[in-house]
Every structure is written in structure tokens, then in C-alpha cells.
């Protein structure tokens, strides 16, 4: 299929013909096709576990380019800078997906690659890498006044003004940017790369298109293959470990070494402890009938750590001190836990690798509460889908002040 698709490009653009290398039947020269590459990025204000969900999209679509065989794509992973809920650095700091997830095996559902590993793949000839051709994309600016929902994209004058340079380098750039409005789903961009030549293509605010099916066997194949860097998963066992008295063993909470192997089970027990995501600050304000105050979110936890006879509660917060000691106040009469980093792992990994380490302590409870439509939540609440879990442990959140009883949150149920 590809050797074939080979003679017909050769035949018919000759100039693609130098740009074509390596071999893929070691007498026959030539015709391997060339790799292409797709970068995307994201809007810059969107949160760390938002964007984790962009990189679903993106990664299901590149998946589906290599399976339908006739295109070498390798998607190009956007460097972690200047996030918006992260203590900032004066130099945007480009941290790469290794530090957080584990890339080989991302790489076993995408053919996934760090911006790092593709400058030294293209090894340009000048200073400058020059993208091929980037897209920005957007929203319709006529559609919730004309009502037309069809799917659809074309080129448009730019909503917004542009910049040039791309992943806050200054050596990224193009010559070739186009506003592409969009509405519809991440696989329509397929056809634009099946239309092109470019060696590189970007998709800027790749948040625009949705998701192909949110929740089917792929979307969950791609989050499996999301594990997270080891070392921060050894961190949290430690601290599991040492302080929460839960081991993987003991808890039911065993997944094979590749996600491949893993398979749909309802019967994990987890360690003996409630686990709360208590999201504030933005929150507090921007969703004040669902957050509630932290004197009714200790009610709530001693409610629920009385039911469930449990007497160690982690909280995963981004809670002020004043407000964490306030909580641990009004819960005296039990062990309350938070991670604290030391120095080495908060410099090394920074406000984003300590998140991670207390979402995983989170996903191993007995229990877990979140706050309502935090992503922080939902990614925990995917990780218990992986880990096995009832669902009854996992789908529930702190109610706000006015909503005793609230409903539980809607349950995105794992699939294989
Ligand atoms: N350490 C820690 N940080 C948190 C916690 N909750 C939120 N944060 C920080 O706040 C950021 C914002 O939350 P995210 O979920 O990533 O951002 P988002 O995608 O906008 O999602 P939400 O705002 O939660 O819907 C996180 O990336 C963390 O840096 C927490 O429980 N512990
Ligand atoms: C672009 O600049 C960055 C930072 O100065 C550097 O690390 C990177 O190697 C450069 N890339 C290329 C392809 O020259």
C-alpha cells in the first residue's frame, strides 16, 4: 500500500522526489515516505489537565493518520511554558512532556515526539526553523447569530492579531499563517494535511475542533497511554506509603507495566483514605453556588470520612495556608493529610509535577470527592476509571453552601 502510493507520488511531483529518503524493503530504494510534522499549541491562558485533553485530540488524530497507512506523521509535543496558574519565571521555561508523562508509552498509542527531539530531526540549514504552513485556528464569529451548526472550516480574516513566532521561541516562525475558522471535529483537519505537501504543518489554538467521539475505546486507549512520568509515581507511593498506610498490593490497585495489558475491572479497593480535590482561588468567585466555603467542606469530608469509618483524610488543594489550616481546624478529630514537596522535587518538577503527585495520591484512595467542573477532578476521577474502581467511589463532589445533597457528577465511564 505505501510502496504503491510511492510510484504514483514519484511519477506524478517529481520535485517530491528529493525530499524522499530511507527505504522500506532494503533492496528498494527510496520508498519509504517522508516523515512529516504535525506541532500544535494551545490558547495560552488554558489550564495544565485542559490542555492534557487538547493533546487527546490531537493524539487520536495522528493515530488515525498512521493506521490508515499512507502518511509518516510524528506529532510534535508543545513544550510547557508560561502557564497561567503556575508561578511564572521571567524566561519562559519550555518544560518538556518528559517531565510529567511517561513519552515511550505515550509513544506506543501515537507516534509522539518532544519539540526538543524535532529541532534536532530537521537540523535546519539556517538559523531558523520556518514552519511550512501554520493554521490558527477559530471560531466562527457568525455562529450563534446566523444559528448554522454545520460543520465546516475555511479561511477567514483573523479575529484576533497574530503573532509569528510560536512556543515563545523566537527561532519558530513561518512564512505561511492563515485564521482557519472552524466548527466541527479534530479528524476534519485530516483533510488538510491529505491536501498538502508541507513538511510541517501547525495547528495554533488547536482547542477549537472537538474531540471525534469524547469517551469511546480510543479516547480511552490514548488516556491509558498517558501514564505519568515513574518518578513522580514512586514519589506518591512513597508518601502513600509512609503516611496513608496504602501499597498497591493491599489495595487491589496492581496495572500491568503496559497499558495495553490492562483490562476492564470494577474491584479495586484503594488505600484506607478519603480523598478530597479542594479547588479554590478562581473557583471560590467564579462558581459560588457549586464551591463551597471551607467550614461546609469540612462538614461534608467528617460526614463522609463518619460513613465510610475512615479516620486519614489527603487533601489535594490549591488552597491558601490560612485557609488549609482553617479546614484542618474544623476536622480535629482526624488525620488530615496534604503533600509537601521538599526542595529538590519542587525544583525539579515544579508547580506541575507536585500537582501530579498529589492527583495520583488522589486516584489510589478508597474514596474520592472533587470540586465541581474542575478538569484537575475529572483527570483524577479518568485515573480511577484506568484503576479499576467502582464508580461510586469516584464520580462525587463537595456540594456548595446552598445545595445539601447535590447530584453526583455525571459519570464518564471507561470503555475498552
Ligand atoms: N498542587 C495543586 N495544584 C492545584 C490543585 N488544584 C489546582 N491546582 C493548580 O491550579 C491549576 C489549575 O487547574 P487545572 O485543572 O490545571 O486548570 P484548568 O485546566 O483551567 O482546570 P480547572 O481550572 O481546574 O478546571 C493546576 O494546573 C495546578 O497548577 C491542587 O489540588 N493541588
Ligand atoms: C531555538 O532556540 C532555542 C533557545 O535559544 C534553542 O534551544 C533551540 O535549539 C533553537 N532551535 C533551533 C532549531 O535552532
Redesign the pocket.
Known amino acids: 500500500m505505501i510502496y504503491n502510493c510511492i510510484l504514483i507520488v514519484l511519477t506524478l511531483i517529481p520535485q517530491f522526489h528529493a525530499s524522499l529518503e530511507g527505504v522500506c524493503d532494503k533492496d528498494v530504494k527510496g520508498c519509504e515516505l517522508k516523515t512529516r510534522y504535525i506541532l500544535y499549541d494551545v490558547n495560552p491562558p488554558?489550564?495544565?489537565?485542559?490542555?492534557r485533553d487538547v493533546y487527546l485530540r490531537y493524539g487520536i488524530f495522528v493515530h488515525k493518520l498512521v493506521q490508515n497507512n499512507d502518511i509518516n506523521v510524528k506529532l510534535v509535543l508543545p513544550p510547557w511554558s508560561r502557564?497561567?496558574?503556575?508561578k511564572r519565571s521571567e524566561e519562559p521555561e519550555h518544560l518538556p512532556w518528559g517531565l510529567f508523562f511517561d513519552i515511550d508509552s505515550m509513544q506506543k498509542f501515537a507516534p509522539v515526539i518532544e519539540l526538543y527531539t524535532f529541532f534536532n530531526e530537521l537540523k535546519p540549514t539556517y538559523g531558523d526553523v520556518i514552519i511550512d504552513e501554520v493554521y490558527i485556528l477559530q471560531h466562527y464569529q457568525d455562529m450563534f447569530t446566523s444559528g448554522n451548526f454545520e460543520d465546516k472550516m475555511s479561511i477567514e480574516d483573523c479575529n484576533e492579531q497574530i503573532s509569528t513566532n510560536f512556543f515563545h521561541y523566537d527561532n519558530i516562525t513561518s512564512h505561511n499563517i492563515k485564521c482557519l475558522s472552524f466548527h466541527g471535529f479534530t479528524s476534519q483537519l485530516s483533510s488538510l494535511v491529505h491536501k498538502s505537501e508541507a513538511q510541517t504543518i501547525l495547528f495554533d489554538h488547536a482547542e477549537v475542533p472537538l474531540h471525534d467521539r469524547f469517551g469511546d475505546r480510543t479516547y480511552w486507549e490514548c488516556r491509558r497511554s498517558m501514564r505519568f512520568n515513574k518518578e513522580l509515581i514512586f514519589i506518591a507511593n512513597e508518601f502513600r506509603r509512609q503516611f496513608l498506610n496504602s501499597m498497591d498490593e493491599k489495595d487491589g490497585t496492581i496495572l500491568p507495566d503496559d497499558w495495553r495489558n490492562e483490562k476492564l475491572r470494577r474491584n479495586a479497593l484503594g488505600g484506607p483514605y478519603l480523598s478530597v480535590?479542594?479547588?479554590r482561588?478562581?473557583?471560590v468567585w467564579g462558581r459560588p453556588k457549586h464551591v463551597p466555603n471551607i467550614k461546609n467542606a469540612a462538614n461534608q469530608i467528617q460526614e463522609k470520612l463518619h460513613h465510610l469509618q475512615l479516620d486519614n483524610v489527603f487533601i489535594?488543594?490549591?488552597a491558601s495556608n490560612k485557609e488549609y489550616e482553617e479546614l484542618k481546624e474544623h476536622l480535629s478529630n482526624f488525620n488530615v493529610f496534604k503533600?509537601n514537596p521538599n526542595k529538590e522535587v519542587k525544583k525539579k518538577y515544579k508547580?506541575?509535577g507536585?500537582?501530579i503527585i498529589?492527583?495520583i495520591i488522589c486516584s489510589y484512595a478508597r474514596y474520592f470527592m472533587g470540586?465541581y467542573?474542575?478538569?484537575?477532578?475529572?483527570?483524577i476521577q479518568e485515573e480511577r476509571e484506568i484503576l479499576g474502581f467502582p464508580e461510586s467511589t469516584t464520580f462525587n463532589r463537595l456540594c456548595g453552601n446552598e445545595e445539601p445533597n447535590c447530584e453526583k457528577t455525571s459519570m464518564w465511564r471507561i470503555e475498552y
Open positions: 488554558e489550564g495544565f489537565n485542559l490542555r502557564m497561567f496558574h503556575w480535590h479542594l479547588r482561588r478562581d473557583f489535594a488543594t490549591d503533600y508547580d506541575g507536585v500537582a498529589e492527583q470540586t467542573e474542575s478538569t484537575f477532578s475529572f483527570r
